[in-house]
Each structure stands twice: as structure tokens, then as C-alpha cells.
């Protein structure tokens, strides 16, 4: 399997910051935050996932090589700020531009995984740490329920998925910009389905002891 390129890793990371900058300033909309307070979310969101990703593969964290993505990223911040209440539903639009940014990011951080010659477990982790962390630094921040962990809809799933589609890929010796576009479908479907058809998988559920039986 053909390694990804360097342009087509720079190309991933700029679109998954753009669209998970644009899902950081929705929920700062919906915290009734400043501008200031917009475009922090709005980086925090969109750098989160590729920054730790980068961290753990000991390589150079790629908005320190590149500064133009923080500026990308609060382009996007401000035009929200200026736009967001035209929104008839900016929850809703915060899950469906999630969605995007999750079919984006996941690949940004399989590429990043394969360029750096990573076996393929390192490739499935990577996947989710970069699509998964920075919606749940956000979350957290701004005291929503991450989305992540929100009761039986598929999230670290889909980004599971995705990163296994682009491992298969690379099994079946298919070009690496094939396999992350693999990689981006499964992710999109699979949220795509739990938004629109209630794909769930099914969640623990404890049943209460039986009466006279010891706690536990």
C-alpha cells in the first residue's frame, strides 16, 4: 500500500479543522459565549484530536508547523459568531457538520499513522484519537454531553470502523487515497444512520438483584 503524501496529509488536516472549527463555534453559540470565547472552542475543537495524535507519534504537532490552521480555524469561529442564529436548529446542524468533521478527521489520522509507518493497530487508534478528542474536549468544556459518549448512538464506533475499513484496504494492497476514501464513507454511513434511522448497538443494562439477594 502506497503511503499517504504530505500534501494529502496537510489537505485532511486543513478540512478537518475547518469543519470541526465550524462544530466548536456552534457550541459556543449554544453557551452564549464572546468572540473571544468562540474562536478558543473553535481551535480547541478543530486542533484537539491531531495535536495528541501528533504528541503520542512523536511527530512535529501540525499547527506548530503550520500556523495558517489556527487562523482557518478561527475564520471559521467568526463567520459562526456572525451567522449562527440564521440557524433553525443549531443543535441539529452542530450534529450533522459533527458528522462531516468525523468522516474527515478520521482519515487525517489513519494518513498520519501510515506515513509514519505505524502497524495497523497504532493506524486503528490513531484514527479514533484524532476524530474522537477534539468533540470531546469541546464538550467537556463547554458542559454538553459529549456526543462521544451520548447513550447508544454509534460515535467511536463510526471512527472505528473507518480506521478498520482503511486497515482492510491496506490487507488487500489497494492504494492508500482509495482506502481513506473507504475509510470516510463508513464513517459518514454509519452516522449518517444512527442520525437518521436510529442505528443503535445495544448499551449495558443491569437488572436489579433479586430479592433477598447479597449486594454486590
Same mark, same amino acid.
Given at each position: 500500500?502506497?503511503?499517504?503524501?504530505?500534501?494529502? =496529509?496537510?489537505?485532511? /488536516?486543513?478540512?478537518?479543522?475547518? %469543519?470541526?472549527?465550524?462544530?466548536?463555534?456552534?457550541?459556543a453559540s449554544r453557551?452564549?459565549?464572546?468572540?473571544?470565547g468562540f474562536i478558543f472552542i473553535a481551535c480547541l475543537t478543530a486542533v484537539g484530536g491531531g495535536t495528541l495524535r501528533d504528541i503520542i507519534l512523536d511527530r512535529?504537532?501540525?499547527?506548530?508547523?503550520?500556523? %495558517? %490552521?489556527?487562523a482557518v480555524a478561527s475564520a471559521a469561529a467568526v463567520l459562526v459568531?456572525?451567522?449562527a442564529h440564521l440557524l433553525e436548529s443549531r443543535y441539529r446542524a452542530l450534529l450533522w457538520i459533527d458528522a462531516f468533521a468525523l468522516?474527515?478527521?478520521?482519515?487525517?489520522?489513519v494518513a498520519a499513522a501510515l506515513a509514519d509507518g505505524q502497524?495497523?493497530?497504532? %493506524?486503528?487508534?490513531?484514527?479514533?484519537?484524532t476524530?474522537?478528542?477534539?468533540?470531546?474536549? #469541546?464538550?467537556?468544556?463547554?458542559?454538553?454531553?459529549? =456526543?462521544?459518549?451520548?447513550?447508544?448512538?454509534?460515535? &467511536?464506533?463510526?471512527?472505528?470502523?473507518? @480506521? =478498520?475499513? @482503511? &486497515?482492510?484496504?491496506?490487507?488487500? /494492497?489497494?492504494?492508500? #487515497?482509495?482506502?481513506?476514501?473507504?475509510?470516510?464513507?463508513? &464513517?459518514?454511513?454509519?452516522r449518517a444512520g444512527s442520525l437518521s434511522l436510529g442505528w443503535r448497538l445495544p448499551v449495558y443494562r443491569s437488572t436489579p438483584p433479586k430479592p433477598g439477594a447479597p449486594k454486590r
Open positions: 500500500m502506497a503511503l499517504p503524501t504530505e500534501a494529502l =496529509l496537510q489537505a485532511l /488536516d486543513y478540512a478537518s479543522v475547518a %469543519v470541526f472549527a465550524v462544530t466548536g463555534a456552534l457550541v453557551s452564549q459565549l464572546d468572540i473571544v512535529e504537532v501540525f499547527w506548530v508547523a503550520d500556523p %495558517v %490552521v489556527l459568531f456572525l451567522t468522516a474527515v478527521a478520521v482519515p487525517a489520522g502497524g495497523w493497530p497504532i %493506524v486503528l487508534v490513531m484514527g479514533m484519537i476524530g474522537c478528542m477534539g468533540g470531546l474536549m #469541546r464538550d467537556v468544556v463547554c458542559n454538553e454531553v459529549p =456526543l462521544v459518549l451520548k447513550q447508544g448512538e454509534l460515535y &467511536v464506533t463510526c471512527a472505528f470502523a473507518g @480506521a =478498520l475499513a @482503511a &486497515v482492510l484496504a491496506g490487507v488487500a /494492497d489497494l492504494d492508500s #487515497r482509495l482506502g481513506l476514501i473507504l475509510c470516510a464513507a463508513a &464513517v459518514l454511513i454509519l
